[in-house]
């Protein structure tokens, strides 16, 4: 995977940005971010945003990425749904629930890198955040950067190439009503060295009804479509996700 990105991202810049390097859809290639008004708003790094429903439709002479892609997309769904499952025991959510509200559709693939940065101690390669699906698996290379917020600090989650991470994101948050929470996280820059890192968003459908399992219940309920139509406006209007808190009772 990681040599198939690399030779992804050593592609000319405009041939990226033309959008359809590997057909997909428009927008598929970010980088910065262009909501941005203050550097402490920008991520210093570009991403290949790729759903899962466009992989088997991606261009030809990368036949080699696609077919990692795909292998890697049949691996790590099926992962995330063992661990989502795990999660929901003890909750008493039915191990159904995400056959059958998160079909392959809803959820994408990510394949991040972070270029050197000149100013690294006052710009992130991704600003603080929270992932709005019910779990993240990421993996990143040996480089470092990765930081998650607990108990009031920031701590460096340490490279590990035998290893996976798994964030928790927000939908999950709700639907435990607040047990688990969606980790806060971030990436610093390095002066010298890119990095690299995929990440596999697992997400319901648009239109499943997200419900907060406890009694009472802290958030009201809400859809993907809603959460990120909300998301939308809140970073238009002022430049970062408000998130959650949004749907709080
Ligand atoms: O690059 C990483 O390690 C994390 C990426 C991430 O948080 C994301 O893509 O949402
Ligand atoms: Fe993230």
């Not at 406890?214 to 802290?218: T, V």
């Given at each position: 995977m990681q040599y198939e990105q690399k030779r992804l991202f050593r592609q000319p810049f405009p041939k990226k940005v033309e959008n359809n390097l590997l057909n997909l859809s428009a927008n598929s290639y970010r980088w910065g971010n262009p909501e941005a008004t203050c550097l402490k708003q920008f991520s210093w790094s570009e991403a290949f945003h790729i759903s899962t429903t466009e992989i088997p439709t991606m261009r030809t002479e990368h036949k080699s990425l696609r077919s990692t892609i795909e292998a890697f997309v049949k691996t790590l769904s099926g992962l995330a749904r063992s661990i989502a499952e795990i999660l929901a025991q003890p909750l008493g959510i039915k191990p159904v629930y995400f056959e059958e509200n998160c079909p392959a559709r809803t959820s994408y693939l990510r394949l991040n890198r972070y270029a050197p940065c000149p100013f690294s101690s006052q710009v992130y390669g991704l600003i603080s955040h929270t992932d709005t699906d019910f779990l993240t698996i990421v993996y990143q290379d040996q480089v470092g950067g990765l930081e998650i917020y607990k108990d009031g600090r920031w701590l460096g989650v340490k490279p590990n190439p035998e290893a996976l991470i798994v964030n928790i994101g927000d939908f999950f948050e709700a639907l435990s009503n607040g047990i688990y929470k969606s980790i806060k996280h971030r990436v610093v820059t390095s002066q010298k060295v890119e990095r690299f890192s995929v990440a596999y968003f697992y997400c319901p459908s648009y239109d499943v009804v997200i419900k907060s399992c406890?009694?009472?219940?802290?958030y009201r309920q809400f859809t993907l479509r809603e959460y990120k139509q909300q998301t939308q406006i809140d970073v238009q209007e002022i430049g970062e996700k408000v998130g959650l808190s949004r749907f709080l009772l």
């Open positions: 406890g009694k009472p219940a802290l």
